[in-house]
């Protein structure tokens, strides 16, 4: 049993970026709830939890203690970015090395291989999600909110549908899951 833990970022009060008639904290809760969705459904021998699962605030280390407390395998952060750019980039904790490493590549291949988005490479960053976290944790940004292109294809169900699906696919991947037929 592999034990997944799904963290939409920001909620309620914080809306995280918001921009071109988009909040973030919304986007992330309907990718978020994709992902939970379509792995629970088609996939067996996995175990999904959400640090939330309406628009409510919910602290960063309330995240990660969830998190912790539940004894995740992976965590998974999702966030939509802004401050002018285009594009899909991830991040992991400075150096974790293997096997975060090697998730983080397989997750970025997968949702690039299912988007149209730039790819704006894989990163490292000393965020709270990643450094807090037991588990090894990867932290995706997907799209800027505040740039019209990107801003167009997150307005649409059918490209968060494909955020999604290349989040599930990259998972499947990594832990090995199997479709339950
Ligand atoms: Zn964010």
Redesign the pocket.
Known sequence: MVKIFIDP??GGSDP??VGNGLQ?KNL?LKIATRIRDILGSEYENVELNMSRTGDTAVSLSSRTNAANAWGADFLLSI??NAGGGTGFEDFIYPNVGAPTATYQNIIHEEVIKAIDFADRGKKQANFHMLRESAMPALLTENGFIDNANDAAKLAQPAFIEGIARGHVNGLARAFGLKKNN
């Open positions: 970022g920001h995280g970026a973030e992330t966030h939509i």
